[in-house]
């Protein structure tokens, strides 16, 4: 795997049920997720995009194809395996934050810490260098209910960093927040990317968090419809890593997004 490459999906299938409740929720699918960026994985509800990130996350099997997290090939692993692979490499952000109540900031970081093999003063100073850089240092001794939900958030992904993960990924970081908060929250991720070199997917379905991605992945029925590079404030189409040809219903959906990428960019440039 290319060093710049953190995570790999390799002709990936999933299908849920057998025989006439046989629902199949990826369709052959193969994409590359790259440190330093900043990817958004869009996609209106039932397309796929959440059984995709757990895949990649290594919390669901695919059906079939082949998943690589930080060059390493999930298919051989046991469960043990593919925890240890999640505890080493991967920090999870959650749309509804799964703080502990009576934790904490820093003790809610310290919990993950100690999951991930640190303890005693290595784990205090890795708990607070998360929470300075989220911003929340001065809020290290805060329970999550005296802090706003922005703030949860930002100590969500605190938590996700603690240990300093090559990936981090985050489900609907955005959806319980207002637009002020979740715009922070995007640019937080963002300059996480950049900074730490990591790579960052998030799945959502807010177009508002479009403006501050590197890249954007749009899923339909399973498969992978579009891939556009954010190039100087407008989607730019990206045809190198699109998944096999989608069957001929989605064809007029890729379509319909190319040409809403290319409304969007000129609108951009007025």
Excluded: W
């Excluded at 329970?143 to 609907?172: K, N, V, Y």
Aim: net charge positive.
């Amino acid at each position: 795997m290319n060093a710049r490459i953190a995570m790999e999906a390799r002709n990936v299938s999933k299908t849920f049920g057998q025989g006439a409740r046989e629902v199949r929720a990826l369709s052959d699918v193969s994409l590359q997720i790259n440190r330093g960026e900043l990817t958004l994985l869009m996609g209106p509800s039932g397309s796929g995009k959440t059984t995709l990130v757990s895949i990649l996350g290594c919390i669901l099997s695919a059906t079939s194809g082949e998943i690589e997290v930080a060059g390493n090939p999930t298919a051989a692993l046991n469960p043990e395996g593919l925890a240890a692979l999640r505890r080493q490499h991967l920090g999870f952000i959650f749309q509804s934050y799964n703080l502990f109540p009576t934790l904490t900031a820093t003790e809610n970081v310290l919990l993950a810490l100690k999951v991930r093999g640190f303890e005693g003063r290595e784990a205090d100073r890795l708990a607070a260098n998360a929470l300075a850089e989220v911003g929340l240092s001065d809020k290290a001794k805060a329970h999550p209910g005296t802090l706003s939900g922005g703030q949860q958030q930002r100590l969500a992904i605190a938590r996700a960093l603690a240990g300093d993960p090559a990936i981090l990924l985050a489900d609907e970081p955005t959806a319980a927040l207002d637009t002020e908060n979740g715009a922070a929250v995007m640019r937080l991720l963002a300059g996480l990317a950049k900074k730490g070199d990591r790579a960052v997917l998030a799945v959502t379905h807010d177009p508002r968090t479009m403006r501050h991605a590197d890249r954007i992945i749009e899923i339909l029925d399973g498969r992978i419809v579009g891939d556009s590079r954010i190039v100087a404030g407008a989607p730019a189409l990206v045809s190198a890593e699109v998944s096999a040809e989608p069957a001929a219903d989605t064809q007029n959906e890729k379509g319909r997004l190319r040409h809403a990428h290319a409304g969007r960019g000129r609108k951009r440039r007025r």
